[in-house]
């Protein structure tokens, strides 16, 4: 589960995963946003096998992609969450 | 002159550097929003945590490295946030793509690829479940981000950067529930000798696996990973030790990694050969050693021209440029010249005996179960690999035709090295026979904007 430890006195923000209201924190990728509050996965594999929430954290493997409303498919891991954001896991 | 650098990790600073002192002002492009690279890679706006606190015994280098890079990217045409996704060398041109949605093509006289690398990867059974991370991507997530994978996260694998980022989470609050190395201490040992060219870092990773065990932090060697338990998340490694015993540690994240290896899809769209590194035990890009390639115009540094780490990145970088400046007619620093090549050599020693004290598990690769998930992009499987083999996959290419291996959205660069051991264990050839998974445009998807 991942835990914020570091450098957490930072303002909050909120934005939209599948239609429900997440709280996160500015400076936050969609990566650290999504599963520091307990969303667990950014997508399901097409090959029917788990759920995924990335791998490498540096933009290689592709695998914590989601979809942002109005700028389309992105890596969790490289986008900065911004307030109102709105992001469709698949 | 047009000039293009891409990357800006220590390679790439060093390199601009260098240009910029002999009055040339290139085209500086790097994918992350910032530069940095991986080791020194920074947190966004609004982290407040110094360079001692961030970087550690690194804190000095960062700090350097951080300067320079802000020095520069006004004495250049710096371009963050854009992708080369594409290299058309006959015509001498990039392709690129800019926060995810604008394009530009680049032209360049001489091009300088400062790339970087990413984690050698051994797939297991249970890889792919939510909480498992590469090693460098748990190192990532504290240093840019502030957070932990796990709150009791196991950190398995091989090299210097497994203490250290057990290390690093201990200190942040986040003890490791074990640390397992797959080499035995008797194989890093016998390397130490050649480790004495780099003293300090030598004596730094002794320190900090001292450190790991005051700290109470089990950290095992000569041990086997058999695979990462859970339902839906990562909840326990299953794991062998030299005795041959079995052991389930519970913990709530896994970081795996056994080394690096370059990301070098770039120098292959270049079109510079690549030649496999028995030592490293990667595929490499050609290149002599001031980073001159086969091809014209084409110079590389760091480590997406072959594992050598942040340190040597910097000498290679500047090295490089100093190359391009000899070779193009214009005035270069010889004495600096002299000094780097000198550096490189005794550090070229000490990345020789790193090698050697830390092999990458090929045999725990070779010998992994078919119904282990092999791509994680595709869900191949080991057996399904084998299959490809059996069915006239005679090297990885082919295999690739025949699986789909390495065809999806990571394009090979996880699983190509545990998927050349597999084949290569298959069809009875040696590892450098089954060849390498070859480049292809565009070297990471680009999505296309407002797309479904």
């Known amino acids: ?90 | 002159m047009r000039v293009v650098v891409v990357g800006a990790g220590p390679a790439g600073v060093r390199a601009v550097e260098q240009l910029v002192r002999s009055g040339i002002e290139p085209v500086w492009i790097e994918e992350a929003p910032d530069g940095g690279g991986r080791i020194y890679q920074r947190p966004p706006a609004g982290f407040r945590r110094n360079h001692r606190a961030i970087y550690g015994a690194d804190a000095k280098r960062a700090r350097a490295l951080h300067a320079a890079l802000e020095a520069l990217k006004p004495r250049a045409d710096w371009r963050p946030d854009t992708l080369v996704w594409n290299i058309r060398p006959r015509e001498r041109l990039l392709d690129t793509q800019t926060a995810g949605r604008r394009r530009a093509t680049v032209e360049y006289d001489a091009l300088i690829l400062c790339t970087g690398a990413m984690d050698r990867i051994l797939p297991i059974p249970g890889w792919t479940l939510p909480g498992v991370t590469t090693l460098g991507g748990a190192q990532i997530a504290l240093k840019a981000q502030g957070v932990g994978i796990g709150a009791r996260p196991v950190f398995i694998g091989t090299g210097p950067l497994l203490v250290l980022a057990a290390l690093q989470y201990a200190k942040a609050g986040a003890t490791p529930a074990l640390v397992l190395d797959t080499t035995a201490f008797a194989t890093k040992a016998m390397a130490s000798a050649g480790l004495l060219w780099n003293l300090p870092t030598f004596v730094r990773g002794l320190r900090y696996t001292a450190a790991l065990r005051l700290r109470g932090v089990p950290v095992v060697e000569d041990a086997t990973p058999i695979a990462i338990e859970g339902e839906g998340r990562a909840t326990a490694l299953r794991w062998r030790d030299a005795g041959w015993r079995e052991h389930v540690t519970p913990c709530d994240a896994v970081a795996m990694g056994w080394g690096l290896k370059p990301e070098a899809q770039l120098a292959d769209l270049a079109g510079v050969p690549f030649r496999f590194d028995e030592l490293g035990h990667n595929w490499i890009p050609e290149k002599d050693g001031a980073g001159r390639t086969p091809v014209p115009g084409v110079y590389l540094a760091g480590d997406g021209a072959g594992i050598g780490g942040a340190e040597v990145a910097e000498l290679a970088g500047a090295r490089a440029a100093l190359a391009l400046l000899e070779d193009h007619g214009l005035p270069s620093d010889m004495v600096l010249r002299a000094h780097l090549d000198g550096r490189l050599r005794t550090e070229a020693r000490f990345r020789a005996a790193l090698e050697r004290a830390f092999p990458y598990p090929a045999d725990l690769a070779r010998r992994m179960d078919d119904a282990t998930l092999l791509c994680r992009c595709e869900a191949i499987t080991a057996g399904d690999l084998r299959s490809a083999a059996r069915a006239g996959g005679s090297e990885v290419n082919r295999a690739k035709a025949l699986s789909r291996i390495g065809m999806g959205r990571c394009q090979g660069r996880v699983c190509g090295p545990p998927a050349a051991e597999v084949l290569s264990e298959a069809l009875g050839l040696p590892l450098e026979q089954v060849g390498r998974l070859r480049g292809q445009p565009p070297v990471k998807p680009i999505p296309l904007p407002g797309s479904a």
């Open chain 1, 1 to 90: 589960m991942l835990t914020r430890l570091l450098d957490q006195d930072r303002p909050s923000l909120s934005f939209v995963v599948d239609g429900g209201a997440v709280s996160a924190k500015q400076g936050d990728t969609l990566l650290t946003a999504m599963l520091a509050a307990g969303l667990g996965h950014m997508r399901s594999s097409e090959f029917g096998d788990g759920e995924r929430a990335g791998f490498c954290w540096m933009g290689a493997c592709q695998d914590c992609w989601v979809f942002v409303e109005g700028r389309g498919t992105l890596r969790a891991c490289t986008t900065l969450v911004q307030p109102g954001m709105t992001v469709r896991r698949r």
